[in-house]
């Protein structure tokens, strides 16, 4: 059983290249619960926007410099201090650190309340994205490496799927509990911060949990080890790495499409002739359909047929073939063909982060790292599409921004299919950690990756078991 570490060098060999199924189910479920706490604040965040735009009287653009500050901070901290933290500490330290950073951001809400001041929230919705794209940093890591390699896209898709009930259960809190009596009134500013109070007090618990917590550390060194077992060959330099930079580009044309369609799928629904409160139910409909599909999409992944990149493939191009439809059609068929959209999406940014990290190696946090910034495509696209439908005053036609989009993330799907399915799928079928009797493990010691990862390389004291 693995030993627990507070701080860990990235260049020691650990007992995390070794875990099997087993061993991963106590740390993967709690990082799963990290999951839910920013799908849950992600869910708020659209009920923010459409309650301040009534309470402080500003117009639907500025209301939508909330969303920028929340994924402008996953432009910033990934690549810069959340990846450094994660290199050179490991993933508790960079748990307890997003939590931390999410407390201070969660708490910063009650002056802002208390002054109603619209770039105080926008400021403290920055700091609560700094302390989330950092818990995702980690997070979206931990889960595609810790434990065998050929659950992967599972483990990271069931996470992903108990982000999307976060993400669905909060604007039903918001409507039903925290703003029911209150929704167009100055009172409902002091609901926000009483909500954003209680989240801080529960992640400040969480830091404890994490810090307590018997959990595993997966190092670099550990990823190159794994894939030397099962490539048998090096990963060679990062600059080769052409699978993850068009993993990244599809991450960020995907993810900035998918916010677009959420951010106007209410104003789309409208235009088609349903009133605003079927419009939130529909949007509510979508989200539980698209969690669901999470759910789906990993209990089909377990089937040896339904290979993680056929799924990619599918699903990201049924994505566009539904979206172009809901732009060219009209009324209530073209609402339904919207929330068969937000069906497809469900699988496609677990799946696009996991087949991207395959085969890194020594580069497999520096990688995640950019696949995790990638999600600031949520703060590029959505505006092009608001300003399509500023200028057309049709929000049908500002569809075809989001549409575009997922054309152009399809080009990760097909260089996984066309020209890099057999390193995916050696990783897919790999017994590497499936058993007690089937896993990598060392005398100790630490790979010495040199001062210069792109041209140095090299494994000190360290045994494949292969019995």
């Not at 309650?51 to 939508?64: D, E, G, M, R, V």
């Not at 890591?141 to 982000?163: D, M, V």
């Not at 499409?257 to 951010?263: T, W």
């Not at 990688?367 to 049709?394: E, Q, R, Y």
Request: net charge positive; with cysteine.
């Amino acid at each position: 059983m693995y030993r627990r570490k507070i701080v860990v060098d990235d260049k020691a060999i650990t007992e995390g290249s070794g875990l099997t199924l087993k061993q991963s189910l106590l740390p993967c479920g709690l990082v799963t619960i990290l999951f839910f706490l920013w799908g849950f604040a992600y869910g708020l965040l659209d009920v923010l926007n459409s309650h301040f735009q009534s309470t402080l009287n500003i117009t639907a653009s500025k209301a939508s410099g909330l969303s920028a500050a929340y994924f402008g901070a996953y432009f910033l901290c990934p690549l810069t201090i959340s990846g450094w933290i994660l290199r050179r500490y490991g993933f508790r330290v960079t748990f307890m650190t997003g939590l931390a950073v999410l407390t201070v951001g969660c708490l910063l809400f009650w002056p802002s309340g208390v002054k109603a001041s619209f770039g105080g929230f926008c400021g403290s919705m920055f700091v609560v994205g700094a302390g989330l794209s950092t818990l995702e940093t980690g997070a979206d890591n931990f889960l595609s490496i810790c434990g065998p390699p050929r659950y992967s896209e599972i483990r990271l898709n069931l996470a992903q799927g108990i982000q999307g009930v976060g993400s669905f259960v909060a604007p039903l809190l918001a409507s039903r509990v925290f703003f029911a009596k209150t929704v167009n009134t100055k009172e409902g500013l002091k609901n926000v911060q009483w909500v954003y109070l209680g989240v801080a007090c529960f992640v400040a618990l969480l830091i404890i949990l994490f810090y307590l917590a018997p959990m595993p550390e997966v190092t670099d060194a550990d990823m190159h080890l794994q894939e030397e077992d099962i490539a048998g060959e090096d990963t060679g330099p990062f600059r080769k790495q052409y699978n993850l930079f068009l993993g990244v580009w599809s991450q960020f044309c995907y993810v900035g499409a998918q916010v677009a369609v959420a951010n106007y799928f209410i104003n789309f629904c409208e235009e088609a002739g349903y009133s605003a409160s079927m419009s939130s139910n529909l949007l509510a409909i979508g989200q539980g359909l698209y969690a669901f599909n999470r759910f789906l999409a990993a209990i089909l992944m377990t089937m040896k047929a339904f290979k993680p990149r056929y799924i990619l493939a599918v699903y990201l191009g049924l994505c566009f073939v539904f979206a172009l439809a809901a732009t060219l059609t009209h009324g209530h068929t073209s609402v339904a063909l919207l929330i068969i959209v937000l069906c497809f999406e469900s699988a496609c940014f677990a799946t696009i982060f996991t087949l991207a990290l395959r085969g890194l190696g020594r580069h497999t946090k520096r990688g995640g790292s950019m696949l995790v910034a990638a999600i600031s495509g949520g703060a590029a696209i959505p505006p092009m599409t608001g300003a399509v439908a500023t200028h057309t005053g049709n929000f049908h036609h500002a569809m075809a921004i989001p549409t575009a989009f997922y054309v152009l993330a399809w080009v990760f799907p097909i260089y996984a299919n066309f020209f890099n399915k057999e390193s995916l799928d050696g990783h897919r079928n790999t017994d590497l950690n499936i058993t007690p009797n089937n896993f990598a493990h060392t005398k100790g010691g630490a790979v010495e990756l040199g001062q210069d990862p792109d041209t140095k390389r090299g494994v000190d004291n360290v045994e494949v078991a292969n019995k």
